[in-house]
């Protein structure tokens, strides 16, 4: 039976984008031993791979997400002026 940070990694690489630390803690996920493995046991894990460069995370208001590929940050609105209505707009 695989480690519950392979079955970890290899769920992020199968399943692309990003996922909720929360959501993966409600998954089931085996210890070797065949046991359940506790949330607790789960965000540890995940916490390792990301130490290892094996996934990337990112807090994302106050909770952690992962994910097999680099998490692209949301781009900053810019701001642009609009001479016709002589105001400045979101682009």
């Known amino acids: 039976m695989k480690s519950v940070s392979q079955q970890l990694l290899e769920y992020l690489q199968a399943n692309p984008g990003v996922h909720a630390s929360g959501t993966l803690q409600r998954l089931e996920w085996h210890n070797k031993d065949g046991t359940l493995a506790v949330p607790r046991t789960i965000v540890r894990r995940l916490q390792e791979l990301a130490e290892e460069g094996k996934i990337h995370a990112e807090i ?3 909770h952690t997400h992962y994910s097999a590929t ?3 940050k949301p781009k900053a609105p ?3 002026y609009d001479p016709i209505n002589d105001r400045m707009v979101r682009v």
């Open 70 to 72: 680099p998490i692209e």
């Open 78 to 80: 810019s701001l642009v």
């Open 60 to 62: 994302r208001a106050g």
